[in-house]
């Protein structure tokens, strides 16, 4: 019958397959069948770069592979959401990756779920030590007294500027490698004044608003967290908004979009990509990982700062960062633990390559080197990395969370003109009591 | 089917009977049946009966999802919080919306080209292909494909929009935009099964009633009028029941298309499951949920299953 | 027939044929786009041919997702469990037509409220159930839950039920054990709702998403399904490549589907109608 022979041949095609599939122990058909640990490389790695970072992780990683000897599987997951959660229900099925990123302000919930080695003797023996980073970060890899991830780099919300525009204006300092040092609100808002006449544009600053909440909370809490401290705390349980300050904040912010006119009330990352790279605006509020964006813009020449002290005392950076933490298994062996902390020290002593993204590496020996040192305009902002305030440490905040949503979403009415400042404040209590007062799972 | 020979005695008439008791008959059928019975039962009632069970009790506990054990007692709290959320009433109405938008097109479109197609003598293979291939595509390749027609600007649905001289809905930065494109893809996808059914149940018609029609001077429309959509009432009963059911189930597509968003406006109850029980760890929170929308589905399925019983006694 | 019969026929088979080629568009549109260079396809987006026919992004694609393991692995999650599913379930068949043991209408009882369960909805019980018994991560947690499914009792109850008595009794007086019954009276009879069991558990398997996600997390141990859905929103300009994974995530269902059409139909058919 053709038909017992057609099924013959699909079933000793299947078998052939399946046994050069089962060849070795390590295989992932035999460990998915028994449940063991996968050996499908020294280092099983997961991260969510995508893009230029991405390009610049599988250099590091191929670089560590080359000077160890070791093979490393790494995979790219998308960002947000389904990063984290595939972390933790691999974590809870028992065979998690060996090393994986994590953004330091998702790091409270992972680790006091219990989903993460903690950083310990194996790591100082390698030399990973906590007087080799950059403190901010350190503290920030810290929960309940004990790290539980290894910073790689801070990315914090900075300033960017089109130099020909700033020089215009009378911006520039004397070396021509900065702006003058504004000390206040004030010098801030003349200093975008003086842009938009001295330009004679539409705007002076430009930051992405539609669309973007993460953007939004990023510039509420870069001005905010001068004059206050985090909005929730005890683990996120408890609200802790200062009325006043929020208020201030709003109406700063407000006044930018709205009396004063110096920056748009609506505009999506497109528009503000555009705006600033054909030198529509002068200044730009964003992220330091926008800057391989700008970098290969012909006719832009731009440089990137801190932002100065605004509406409090001292100069603060909104910053996140990212870090490498090791998952729990009972079933990874010393070796492969082993393995995996080489490779977390591997990275880091390569991060020099990762700073080519923007970001400031965490690693003190790369960050102090002579040739970060030269790299501009990242060195520009090392101190960002030293005065970065995080997400306020809870369950629920962190990078991607719903929470920055939710929060971002009352931050863009306020800044679009939608909502006062009072309402403002109303409505952020309002969003931040559905968080706070759900019940908390670790 | 082949016969297979089966042995039977020589004489066939004179059969060897061996001493039984009743009683050891009934005790081979009792263990027997239950030798038989016993693999289903175990798996059945370890993992369909099972998590039920297990998620009443946990939905009564602060379960953290991805820690063992069940945390610590909170009694109906759970409950109270689940019922008394927007965002899981407003889960549940993303998929009673998606069942209100998908049923119609996916009950009447597939009988009318059901009917359409039985007139046809020849190519009926033509149309099973093209209609049912779809079904055998996963849910994540489907939505790979409608994706890329869903760019904005580029996208082929998208262009199709402008050469009719419409403008395209924003597939995935409005709500109903996003609705559109999930439920053009769902319909895309699902419509052949439902074609098969209907198919089939009109191949079973006998072709002598539509041949006294003809002799009685019906013609084509009065025949499908009178004849074939009152026969079909009871297949389009049974795929009303099943497209409804399978429809408020939704999670893949809206899942993979559109990540339930934009801003969580798709986000089906499924969906909000998953996002507390397995992103915020919320265990016994996200069990709460899975119990209420669970025994609401039951309620459904209990209601439809009887309503058909009643009308189709005979069968099962 | 009449003229009027005529025409509506024609218009009907028109009609119909239309909508017919309007169904294939996108599986025509994924195989295009994935045999065209990128380049071509972002300065002609909708033009459905290329000067410069090609196979690169199926390399590419092919290499940078490990679809071999992706196929592997749904390969035996898929056949495994239509084993599985058609050896248990048609003894449970089996025992409730012939077989008179104590708390039968019981077992049918909940067999048939099995009907009504909605099982997809209780992924977040199973998941903790699944955690309990160490078998996250395994094909197990895939296979097992799949197995007992009451739509394939009732498939097979209804075959078994259709073969005369005689042939049972005549068996059964000849001293055949009620393994051999099963065997070899009644299994190689219901070969209509064997392949149609199959058939369907294999596709619902294979196409499975939700619950391999929260199960099969280690890259190399995916089902395809899953895998690709991680493709989903990723490399924006990359259209080649990606419609390339969709391709081969599509083709062996398609192949299967295109050598068993009848069947499937059939099945379909036969498991609604139950």
Same mark, same amino acid.
């Given at each position: 019958?053709?038909?017992?022979?057609?099924?013959?041949?699909?079933?000793?095609?299947?078998?052939?397959?399946?046994?050069?599939? &089962?060849?070795?122990?390590?295989?992932?058909?035999?460990?998915?069948?028994?449940?063991?640990?996968?050996?499908?490389?020294?280092?099983?790695?997961?991260?969510?770069?995508?893009?230029?970072?991405?390009?610049?992780?599988?250099? &590091?990683?191929?670089?560590?592979?080359?000077?160890?000897?070791?093979?490393?599987?790494?995979?790219?997951?998308?960002?947000?959401?389904?990063?984290?959660?595939?972390?933790?229900?691999?974590?809870?099925?028992?065979?998690?990756?060996?090393?994986?990123?994590?953004?330091?302000?998702?790091?409270?919930?992972?680790?006091?779920?219990?989903?993460?080695?903690?950083?310990?003797?194996?790591?100082?023996?390698?030399?990973?030590?906590?007087?080799?980073?950059?403190?901010?970060?350190?503290? +920030?890899?810290?929960?309940?007294?004990?790290?539980?991830?290894?910073?790689?780099?801070?990315?914090?919300?900075?300033?960017?500027?089109?130099?020909?525009?700033?020089? +215009?204006?009378?911006?520039?300092?004397?070396?021509?490698?900065?702006?003058?040092?504004?000390?206040?609100?004030?010098?801030? %808002?003349?200093?975008?004044?003086?842009?938009?006449?001295?330009?004679?544009? +539409?705007?002076?600053?430009?930051?992405?608003?539609?669309?973007?909440?993460?953007?939004?909370?990023?510039?509420?809490?870069?001005?905010?967290?001068?004059?206050?401290?985090?909005?929730?705390?005890?683990?996120?349980?408890?609200?802790?908004?200062?009325?006043?300050?929020?208020?201030?904040?709003?109406?700063?912010?407000?006044?930018?979009?709205?009396?004063?006119?110096? &920056?748009?009330?609506?505009?999506?990352?497109?528009?503000?990509?555009?705006?600033?790279?054909?030198?529509?605006?002068?200044?730009?509020?964003?992220?330091?990982?926008?800057?391989?964006?700008?970098?290969? %813009?012909?006719?832009?020449?731009?440089?990137?700062?801190?932002?100065?002290?605004?509406?409090?005392?001292?100069?603060?950076?909104?910053?996140?960062?990212?870090?490498?933490?090791?998952?729990?298994?009972?079933?990874?062996?010393?070796?492969?633990?082993?393995?995996?902390?080489?490779?977390?020290?591997?990275?880091?002593?390569?991060?020099?390559?990762?700073?080519?993204?923007?970001?400031?590496?965490?690693?003190?020996?790369?960050?102090?080197?002579?040739?970060? %040192?030269?790299?501009?305009?990242?060195?520009?902002?090392?101190?960002?990395?030293?005065?970065?305030?995080?997400?306020?440490?809870?369950?629920?905040?962190?990078?991607?969370?719903?929470?920055?949503?939710?929060?971002?979403?009352?931050?863009?009415?306020?800044?679009?003109?939608?909502?006062?400042?009072?309402?403002?404040?109303?409505?952020?209590?309002?969003?931040?009591?559905?968080?706070?007062?759900?019940?908390?799972?670790? | 089917?082949?016969?297979?020979?089966?042995? $039977?005695?020589?004489?066939?008439?004179?059969?060897?009977?061996?001493?039984?008791?009743?009683?050891?008959?009934?005790?081979?059928?009792?263990?027997?049946?239950?030798?038989?019975?016993?693999?289903?039962?175990?798996?059945?009632?370890?993992?369909?009966?099972?998590?039920?069970?297990?998620?009443?009790?946990?939905?009564?506990?602060?379960?953290?999802?991805?820690?063992?054990?069940?945390? @610590?007692?909170?009694?109906?709290?759970?409950?109270?919080?689940?019922?008394?959320?927007?965002?899981?009433?407003?889960?549940?109405?993303?998929?009673?919306?998606?069942?209100?938008?998908? $049923?119609?097109?996916?009950?009447?479109?597939?009988?009318?080209?059901?009917?359409?197609? @039985?007139?046809?003598?020849?190519?009926?293979?033509?149309?099973?292909?093209?209609?049912?291939?779809?079904?055998?595509?996963?849910?994540?390749?489907?939505?790979?494909?409608?994706?890329?027609?869903?760019?904005?600007?580029?996208?082929?649905?998208?262009?199709?929009?402008?050469?009719?001289?419409?403008?395209?809905?924003?597939?995935?930065?409005?709500?109903?935009?996003?609705?559109?494109?999930?439920?053009?893809?769902?319909?895309?996808?699902?419509?052949?099964?439902?074609?098969?059914?209907?198919?089939?149940?009109?191949?079973?018609?006998?072709?002598?009633?539509?041949?006294?029609?003809?002799?009685?001077?019906?013609?084509?429309?009065?025949?499908?009028?009178?004849?074939?959509?009152?026969?079909?009432?009871?297949?389009?009963?049974?795929?009303?029941?099943?497209?409804?059911?399978?429809?408020?189930?939704?999670?893949?597509?809206?899942?993979?298309?559109?990540?339930?968003?934009?801003?969580?406006?798709?986000?089906?109850?499924?969906?909000?499951?998953?996002?507390?029980?397995? $992103?915020?760890?919320?265990?016994?929170?996200?069990?709460?949920?899975?119990?209420?929308?669970?025994?609401?589905?039951?309620?459904?399925?209990?209601?439809?299953?009887?309503?058909?019983?009643?009308?189709?006694?005979?069968?099962? | 027939?009449?003229?009027?019969?005529?025409?509506?026929?024609?218009?009907?088979?028109?009609?119909?044929?239309?909508?017919?080629?309007?169904?294939?568009?996108?599986?025509?549109?994924?195989?295009?786009?994935?045999?065209?260079?990128?380049?071509?396809?972002?300065?002609?987006?909708?033009?459905?041919?290329?000067?410069?026919?090609?196979?690169?992004?199926?390399?590419?694609?092919?290499?940078?997702?490990?679809?071999?393991?992706?196929?592997?692995?749904?390969?035996?999650?898929?056949?495994?469990?239509?084993?599985?599913?058609?050896?248990?379930?048609?003894?449970?068949?089996?025992?409730?037509?012939?077989?008179?043991?104590?708390?039968?209408?019981?077992?049918?009882?909940?067999?048939?409220?099995?009907?009504?369960?909605?099982?997809?909805?209780?992924?977040?019980?199973?998941?903790?159930?699944?955690?309990?018994?160490?078998?996250?991560?395994?094909?197990?947690?895939?296979?097992?839950?799949?197995?007992?499914?009451?739509?394939?009792?009732?498939?097979?109850?209804?075959?078994?039920?259709?073969?005369? #008595?005689?042939?049972?009794?005549?068996?059964?007086?000849?001293?055949?054990?009620?393994?051999?019954?099963?065997?070899?009276?009644?299994?190689?009879?219901?070969?209509?709702?064997?392949?149609?069991?199959?058939?369907?558990?294999?596709?619902?398997?294979?196409?499975?998403?939700?619950?391999?996600?929260?199960?099969?997390?280690?890259?190399?141990?995916?089902?395809?399904?899953?895998?690709?859905?991680?493709?989903?929103?990723?490399?924006?300009?990359?259209?080649?490549?990606?419609?390339?994974?969709?391709?081969?995530? #599509?083709?062996?269902?398609?192949?299967?589907?295109?050598?068993?059409?009848?069947?499937?139909?059939?099945?379909?058919?036969?498991?609604?109608?139950?």
């Amino acid at each position: 019958m053709s038909g017992l022979s057609r099924r013959q041949f699909l079933a000793a095609g299947g078998g052939a397959a399946l046994a050069a599939a &089962m060849a070795g122990c390590g295989s992932p058909v035999v460990t998915s069948f028994t449940g063991g640990q996968p050996r499908t490389a020294d280092v099983i790695y997961w991260h969510l770069f995508g893009g230029g970072d991405g390009k610049n992780m599988t250099k &590091m990683v191929k670089k560590y592979e080359q000077t160890s000897g070791r093979s490393v599987e790494a995979t790219l997951l998308s960002w947000g959401n389904p990063y984290y959660t595939k972390l933790s229900l691999s974590a809870s099925s028992g065979r998690p990756p060996d090393v994986a990123i994590s953004h330091l302000s998702r790091l409270p919930l992972l680790a006091q779920a219990g989903l993460l080695d903690p950083v310990a003797d194996q790591f100082s023996a390698q030399g990973i030590t906590p007087d080799k980073f950059t403190p901010a970060a350190w503290e +920030k890899a810290t929960v309940d007294g004990t790290p539980y991830a290894v910073p790689l780099d801070t990315h914090p919300f900075v300033l960017f500027y089109n130099t020909a525009l700033a020089e +215009k204006a009378g911006l520039l300092d004397a070396t021509g490698e900065n702006l003058k040092p504004m000390n206040n609100s004030d010098d801030f %808002v003349a200093a975008l004044q003086a842009l938009k006449d001295a330009n004679g544009s +539409k705007y002076a600053a430009v930051a992405s608003i539609t669309a973007d909440p993460s953007t939004c909370w990023r510039f509420f809490m870069m001005i905010y967290s001068g004059l206050a401290g985090p909005i929730v705390s005890q683990g996120g349980t408890e609200v802790t908004i200062d009325r006043s300050a929020m208020e201030h904040t709003f109406a700063f912010m407000q006044s930018l979009t709205q009396e004063k006119g110096l &920056m748009p009330s609506n505009a999506t990352s497109t528009t503000t990509t555009t705006l600033f790279s054909q030198g529509g605006v002068g200044f730009l509020f964003d992220g330091e990982w926008q800057i391989p964006t700008y970098r290969d %813009v012909k006719s832009l020449d731009f440089n990137v700062v801190p932002f100065p002290a605004l509406l409090g005392p001292k100069p603060v950076a909104y910053a996140d960062s990212h870090s490498l933490v090791i998952p729990r298994s009972s079933r990874r062996s010393a070796e492969r633990t082993d393995d995996a902390v080489r490779f977390i020290k591997g990275l880091l002593d390569e991060s020099s390559i990762w700073a080519d993204g923007g970001h400031v590496p965490a690693w003190l020996p790369v960050q102090q080197s002579q040739e970060f %040192v030269n790299l501009k305009p990242q060195s520009n902002y090392t101190q960002a990395a030293f005065n970065a305030v995080y997400d306020p440490p809870g369950w629920y905040t962190g990078a991607g969370s719903d929470f920055q949503t939710a929060m971002g979403s009352v931050i863009a009415s306020v800044l679009t003109g939608g909502t006062d400042p009072a309402s403002g404040v109303d409505a952020m209590t309002a969003s931040l009591q559905t968080f706070s007062t759900a019940r908390p799972p670790v | 089917m082949t016969a297979t020979a089966i042995p $039977t005695s020589a004489t066939g008439v004179d059969v060897q009977v061996r001493p039984e008791t009743a009683r050891g008959a009934a005790r081979g059928h009792n263990r027997a049946g239950w030798l038989f019975a016993t693999p289903f039962l175990v798996l059945y009632v370890a993992f369909l009966i099972g998590p039920v069970l297990i998620g009443l009790v946990i939905s009564l506990f602060n379960t953290t999802t991805v820690k063992s054990g069940v945390g @610590s007692w909170v009694g109906l709290s759970n409950y109270a919080e689940v019922l008394s959320q927007k965002d899981f009433w407003a889960s549940m109405w993303h998929s009673v919306l998606f069942t209100l938008l998908t $049923t119609p097109l996916l009950v009447l479109l597939p009988l009318l080209f059901a009917i359409l197609a @039985s007139r046809m003598a020849r190519k009926q293979w033509f149309f099973r292909l093209a209609f049912f291939a779809p079904y055998v595509v996963p849910s994540s390749a489907v939505c790979l494909i409608f994706a890329f027609m869903y760019t904005p600007e580029t996208g082929l649905i998208t262009n199709a929009f402008s050469w009719v001289g419409l403008t395209a809905p924003d597939f995935f930065g409005s709500t109903s935009g996003a609705w559109f494109a999930v439920v053009l893809l769902t319909l895309w996808w699902t419509f052949g099964f439902n074609f098969i059914l209907y198919t089939a149940a009109i191949q079973e018609m006998s072709e002598e009633i539509y041949e006294a029609a003809a002799i009685d001077g019906a013609g084509p429309w009065q025949q499908i009028r009178m004849i074939t959509i009152p026969l079909l009432r009871p297949t389009m009963g049974l795929v009303l029941m099943l497209q409804v059911l399978a429809s408020l189930k939704v999670f893949d597509q809206i899942y993979i298309l559109l990540a339930g968003g934009p801003a969580y406006s798709t986000r089906p109850v499924i969906q909000y499951i998953y996002d507390t029980g397995f $992103t915020a760890y919320r265990g016994g929170y996200a069990a709460a949920a899975t119990m209420v929308y669970f025994v609401i589905l039951v309620v459904i399925s209990a209601v439809w299953f009887l309503a058909r019983r009643r009308n189709n006694p005979a069968k099962v | 027939m009449d003229q009027a019969g005529k025409l509506f026929n024609r218009l009907a088979a028109t009609c119909v044929t239309l909508f017919a080629l309007i169904w294939l568009i996108p599986f025509l549109w994924a195989l295009i786009t994935s045999l065209r260079p990128n380049d071509e396809i972002a300065a002609h987006p909708t033009r459905p041919w290329s000067n410069n026919w090609n196979l690169d992004a199926y390399r590419s694609a092919w290499n940078s997702s490990p679809l071999g393991w992706w196929y592997v692995n749904s390969f035996i999650i898929s056949t495994l469990t239509v084993v599985f599913t058609v050896v248990v379930c048609s003894m449970a068949a089996f025992a409730l037509v012939h077989l008179d043991f104590r708390g039968k209408y019981a077992v049918f009882a909940l067999i048939l409220a099995g009907l009504m369960l909605p099982t997809e909805a209780l992924v977040l019980p199973q998941f903790m159930e699944f955690r309990a018994l160490n078998l996250l991560g395994t094909y197990w947690a895939v296979i097992l839950p799949s197995i007992a499914l009451p739509v394939a009792v009732f498939v097979f109850h209804s075959f078994i039920k259709a073969i005369p #008595i005689p042939l049972i009794e005549a068996a059964r007086l000849d001293g055949a054990s009620w393994w051999r019954i099963y065997l070899q009276v009644v299994m190689p009879l219901c070969r209509p709702a064997i392949s149609a069991v199959a058939i369907l558990t294999f596709i619902t398997s294979w196409n499975a998403f939700l619950w391999p996600l929260l199960v099969l997390t280690q890259t190399k141990s995916q089902t395809v399904t899953v895998g690709l859905s991680s493709l989903v929103g990723g490399a924006a300009i990359q259209y080649a490549e990606t419609m390339a994974s969709a391709v081969l995530g #599509i083709l062996p269902l398609l192949a299967v589907f295109l050598l068993l059409q009848r069947q499937i139909a059939q099945g379909v058919a036969n498991t609604g109608i139950k």
